[in-house]
Antibody
């Protein structure tokens, strides 16, 4: 059974950093197309970043490019999102999602809430 | 960048009625369009991929159609558990991977 469990969210001050984790089971992270998608309170879905199966090529939304880094740890079968220089506009529930095909979100975690506030 | 426009923003229907949701792309996405359902407090769930293919475990009352720029998600007969927000998403040209703004299907 495919499972994705996010962690690492919380309250952080503007300008701070946070690292989100997404622990995967039932499949191999490095053999899947893995993404982060966020949802600000009361708003729609916004794709954040994607890491390619195999090669590990990475892609980012313009809103986070240069501030966020997506990565994976094969030994831990875990996906990460390092978030730096956080602003209030980054406040959202962050979901990790898996696709067997690039850019398709077939499985989702339950999400972790990131609140950026002083 | 491809923009996706969903209509209507809100659809008020009764259980048993047919729901028709629209997603229009700013340029052709061929058939690379997916639909997701999201209930309050829950993660989204993939319903339809590549315009017309139901994801595993999705009931047959959900169907998708369209190609190019105009797509439709149809729920043939609404069940109580179908009242939710629905999003479309394209994967023809990216980044960015855009979602539509969503259609809320609410109980009349």
């Amino acid at each position: 059974e495919v499972q994705l469990v996010e962690s690492g969210g919380g309250l952080i001050q503007p300008g701070g950093s946070l690292r989100l984790s997404c622990a995967a089971s039932g499949f191999i992270v490095s053999s899947s197309y893995m993404s982060w998608v966020r949802q600000a309170p009361g708003k729609g879905l916004e794709w954040v970043s994607l890491i390619y199966s195999g090669s590990g090529s990475t892609y980012y939304a313009d809103s986070v490019k240069g501030r966020f880094i997506i990565s994976r740890d094969t030994s831990k079968n875990t996906l990460y999102l390092q978030m730096n220089s956080l602003t209030a506009e980054d406040t959202a529930v962050y979901y990790c999602a898996r696709g067997a095909v690039a850019a398709r979100f077939e499985y989702w975690g339950q999400g972790t809430l990131v609140t950026v506030s002083s | 960048e491809i923009l996706l426009t969903q209509s209507p923003a809100t659809l008020s229907l009764s259980p048993g009625e047919r729901a028709t949701l629209s997603c229009r792309a700013s340029q052709s996405v061929n058939n690379y369009l997916a639909w997701y359902q999201q209930k309050p407090g829950q993660a989204p769930r993939l319903l339809i991929y590549d315009a017309s293919n139901r994801a595993p475990g999705i009931p047959a009352r959900f169907s998708g159609s369209g190609s190019g720029t105009d797509f439709t998600l149809t729920i043939s007969s609404l069940e109580p558990e179908d009242f939710a927000v629905y999003y479309c998403q394209q994967r023809q040209f990216w980044p960015p991977l855009n979602f539509g703004g969503g259609t809320k299907v609410e109980s009349k």
